[in-house]
C-alpha cells in the first residue's frame, strides 16, 4: 500500500455498483452533505494547495482496483488524499486571476445535467437540451443588453470559443491574418498558431488598450481581437474606432469580454461596452462571474450563417431529414459531442433572476472599490493602474523582489490567494473580486494580511 493511503475499503456487488438508482439513494445523500459541508468550512481551509509536486501522486496507487469499494471509500480519500492538493476557488479569500464562483443552483442542475447526460449534437438528439441552450443565451443576450436575433452558443471555455470566431472569420473573409493588441488574452495567439494564422500584435497605450493609432491597414486581416476588461488590468479597447477600421477593411470583429462581459448585467455599466453592438462575435464566460461552474462560455455572432458555412458537415449517419430546418450545434462549432451545459446556466438564471445577478456583480464592484480606496490612501502602498470592473492592480512602495517576495509570503499563509502582472515594466500585484462567498470582512482581511506581510519583510 502507498505510504499515506488509507486501510482497504470494504468491496462493492456488482449489483450495488451497476444499480444507478439505488446507488445515488445510497450514496447521494452523503456525497450532498460533503458538498454542503465543504461550502461551509472552505473558509478554514488553505486557499492555495499546500503541497508540493508528485507529493499526491506518491499517495495513489499505481494502478486502479481490481475489485470495485465503497463510494464512502472515495469520499474519506477525498478527504485525506485529494484535498490538501485542491486550490479552492470557493474560497472567500481567492483572489486570484479571475473568479469562478458557482452557485446552489448551479451545482445541483450540472448533477441533473451529468444524470442525464444527454448529448446535444443535433436537435433531434436531444431537443430539449438544444432548444434550452438557445433560450437560456437569448435571455442573457436581454439582460446585457445586447441586439435582438443574434445566435447564440454555449462553448468549453473562452480559448475554444476565440478559436472558433477565428476559423469562421477566416472562413468568411479567405484571409489569414490575426490581430490583437499585446495584452489581449494569450488565446488569441494560440489561437493562430493552431490555425496557422499570421499574428500582428498592435501596441497599447498607456492605460493597456489597443492603440487605434498603432492598428495599421487590416486589408489583410480576417480578424482583429477587441478586449474588454483584458486580462492583466481589466483594460478596454476603443471598440467603436476598432469597429470602423474592421468595417471599413471588412475584416471580422472579435470581442473578448470573457472575465468583464458579466457586468453588462448592470446598466450603470455598459459604458465599457460601448460599440459591442458592432462585434461579429462576442465572448462572455458565465463561468466566471456569473454564479454557473465551468464549463459555460457564451458565445455570440451576428454572422451564423458565417458559422454554418465554416462548420457544417453532416455525414449521412447524421441527417435528420424531417427537422434539418432545426439548429444542429455540431455544425456551428468544431465539437460534435456536447453536454446539457445550458441546464445549470438556466438554474441560476430562475433561481438568482435578474436582480439576484445585478446585486451579485454590483457586490464585486463595490468591495473592489473599497480596497482601491485603501491602497490610495495608504502612502506605502500605490495603485498600478485605474480600478476597472472587480479588479485592482496594485503594490508596495519598492522594488518588484520586495512585491514578489510579499506575494509569495501572502499566498504562503493560505489566508489569500493573490496573482501578478507586470504592468509597463513594473511587478504588480493583482487582486479579483466575485466570489460568491466574499464579503466585505474578507477584503479587510486581506488588506490586514498583505500589510503585516510586507511590514514582516526585510529587505
Known amino acids: 500500500m502507498a505510504e499515506g493511503m488509507s486501510e482497504p475499503a470494504s468491496e462493492v456487488t456488482a449489483s450495488e455498483v451497476t444499480d ?6 445510497d450514496h447521494g445523500p452523503a456525497a450532498l452533505e460533503w458538498a454542503a459541508s465543504y461550502l461551509e468550512r472552505v473558509g478554514s481551509l488553505p486557499v492555495l494547495a499546500q503541497i508540493e509536486p508528485g507529493e499526491l501522486t506518491s499517495k495513489l496507487p499505481a494502478a486502479a482496483p481490481e475489485q470495485g469499494e465503497s463510494f464512502d471509500a472515495v469520499l474519506r480519500d477525498l478527504d485525506e488524499i485529494l484535498m490538501p492538493g485542491i486550490t479552492h476557488w470557493q474560497h472567500p479569500r481567492y483572489f486570484a486571476y479571475f473568479p469562478s464562483a458557482t452557485s446552489g443552483p448551479a451545482i445541483l442542475a450540472d448533477m441533473l445535467a451529468v444524470t442525464i447526460n444527454t448529448v446535444s449534437f443535433l436537435w433531434r438528439s436531444s431537443p430539449a437540451a438544444t432548444e434550452l441552450e438557445a433560450v437560456v443565451l437569448a435571455w442573457v443576450a436581454q439582460l446585457m443588453g445586447l441586439p435582438a436575433g443574434w445566435h447564440g452558443q454555449i462553448e468549453a471555455g473562452g480559448s475554444l470559443a476565440t478559436m472558433t470566431a477565428a476559423i469562421a472569420a ?20 494560440k489561437a493562430a498558431r493552431m490555425l496557422g494564422m499570421e499574428l500582428r500584435t498592435v501596441p497599447v497605450d498607456g492605460d493597456g488598450a489597443l492603440s487605434v493609432d498603432a492598428l495599421g491597414s487590416l486589408g489583410d486581416a480576417a480578424i482583429v481581437v477587441a478586449t474588454v476588461g483584458t486580462t492583466s488590468r481589466g483594460a478596454v479597447d476603443p471598440v467603436p474606432a476598432i469597429a470602423d477600421a474592421c468595417e471599413a477593411a471588412g475584416a471580422w470583429l472579435h470581442i473578448d469580454a470573457a472575465y468583464a462581459g458579466a457586468a453588462m448585467v448592470c446598466p450603470e455599466m455598459r ?14 464566460n458565465a463561468h466566471k462571474w456569473m454564479l454557473t461552474p465551468i464549463d459555460c462560455s457564451l458565445l455570440w455572432t451576428s454572422r451564423p450563417d458565417a458559422f454554418l458555412n465554416a462548420f457544417s458537415m ?5 441527417r435528420t431529414p424531417a427537422f434539418e430546418d432545426q439548429w444542429s450545434p455540431h455544425e456551428y462549432g468544431p465539437a460534435l459531442g456536447r453536454g446539457f451545459r445550458a441546464l ?3 438554474a441560476v438564471l430562475r433561481c438568482y433572476g435578474r436582480d439576484g445577478l445585478r446585486q451579485h ?25 485605474p480600478r476597472r470592473f472587480g479588479l485592482v492592480c496594485f503594490r508596495h512602495v519598492g522594488d518588484d523582489n520586495f512585491n514578489e517576495a510579499l506575494l509569495e509570503a501572502v499566498n504562503a499563509s ?9 504592468i509597463n515594466g513594473r511587478y504588480a500585484l493583482r487582486l479579483a473580486t466575485g466570489g460568491l462567498l466574499t464579503t466585505p470582512a474578507d477584503i479587510d482581511h486581506t488588506w490586514k494580511l498583505l500589510r503585516g506581510e510586507a511590514a514582516a519583510l526585510s529587505f
Open 20 to 25: 444507478p438508482a439505488r446507488f445515488l439513494r
Open 170 to 189: 477566416r472562413e468568411a473573409t479567405g484571409r489569414n491574418l490575426l490581430v490583437c493588441s499585446a495584452e489581449t488574452h494569450s488565446s488569441a495567439a
Open 314 to 318: 453532416v455525414p449521412e449517419y447524421l
Open 414 to 422: 493560505g489566508e489569500a490567494f493573490l496573482s501578478h502582472t507586470v
Open 344 to 346: 445549470k446556466l438556466w
Open 361 to 385: 456583480v454590483r457586490a464585486g464592484l463595490e468591495m473592489a472599490a473599497t480596497f482601491e480606496n485603501w491602497v490610495a490612501a495608504d502612502a506605502g502602498w500605490e495603485l498600478v493602474s
Open 271 to 284: 459604458w465599457a461596452f460601448a460599440g459591442v453592438e458592432r462585434a461579429d462575435s462576442l465572448l462572455v
